[in-house]
């Protein structure tokens, strides 16, 4: 009987040589695999590192080399409150100084509301995070500059346009003045929908611009499109739905 059962026990042993070796060689390629992949993550963290301290002494650079200062505009628009209403553009200046990390804000000649001061505090933070640089040494100034008769300058919608203008003063860019953008800025980079979007269209499209950036869902009104409205007035604006903050920046700097 035992020699019946050798004969069976040494066909059996080439096959499982096979699957050991099998194993092993499966076993060695996931080792060299994640070897490689671990590689891979370490250099491409090295480079966002990299990348992040590039920055960071451009901007200390910058700031060093415009003796402490550094500034960008862009132009912003809203509403008057009046009857009827109607849609203003407004410059809105972002002022970088060595200091103490405060925020302040300005209006001339208006006065400025709480809603867009929260909004200033928002931008920052998001600049902050988007550019991954601190600002804790640095003075933020926000100016609101209007030719028009303004009582008061406060809401939600300018908090995008003063995102992107702080973070082109921060990476030194200039920003596209035929670019225009309503929405409010979100904490965590998205941009908020607003209203009286066709004023403020038609507000923007008379001074110029090229583009006009709403928050998602907004290229609309009421089943209106905003960039129909406008061509039957005779403007060619282009009207263009934006969610993130880095989306509204490129469109801002993509020709500069």
């Not at 590192?49 to 200390?60: I, M």
Request: one cysteine or more.
């Amino acid at each position: 009987m035992e020699a019946n059962h050798y004969p069976e026990e040494k066909e059996k042993a080439p096959l499982n040589l096979k699957t050991v070796i099998l194993i092993v060689s499966f076993v060695v390629n996931i080792v060299s695999a994640s070897f490689v992949c671990v590689i891979f993550l370490e250099n491409r963290s090295l480079t966002s590192e990299v990348a992040h301290y590039k920055n960071l002494s451009e901007f200390y650079y910058s700031l060093a080399k415009s003796e402490g200062t550094v500034n960008s505009s862009i132009k912003i628009v809203g509403v008057r409150e009046k009857d009827p209403y109607e849609g203003v553009v407004m410059v809105a200046k972002i002022e970088l100084r060595i200091g103490e990390g405060i925020p302040y804000v300005g209006t001339q000649p208006a006065k400025i509301g709480t809603v867009l001061q929260e909004s200033l505090e928002t931008a920052i933070i998001v600049a902050k995070n988007t550019l991954r640089l601190p600002l804790k040494d640095v003075d933020v100034l926000l100016t609101i500059k209007s030719e028009e008769e303004i009582d008061i300058v406060d809401g939600p919608s300018a908090g995008a346009a003063i995102t992107v203008a702080l973070m082109a003063a921060i990476q030194n860019q200039i920003i596209n003045n035929n670019v225009y953008i309503t929405g409010e800025i979100n904490s965590d980079g998205t941009i908020g929908r607003v209203g009286r979007l066709l004023k403020k269209a038609l507000a923007a499209a008379e001074n110029g611009a090229k583009e006009f950036l709403v928050p998602p869902g907004q290229s609309k009104v009421n089943g209106i499109r905003i960039e129909e409205y406008l061509s039957q007035r005779g403007y060619s604006t282009v009207v263009i739905e934006v969610s993130t903050i880095r989306h509204a920046y490129q469109r801002f700097t993509r020709s500069s």
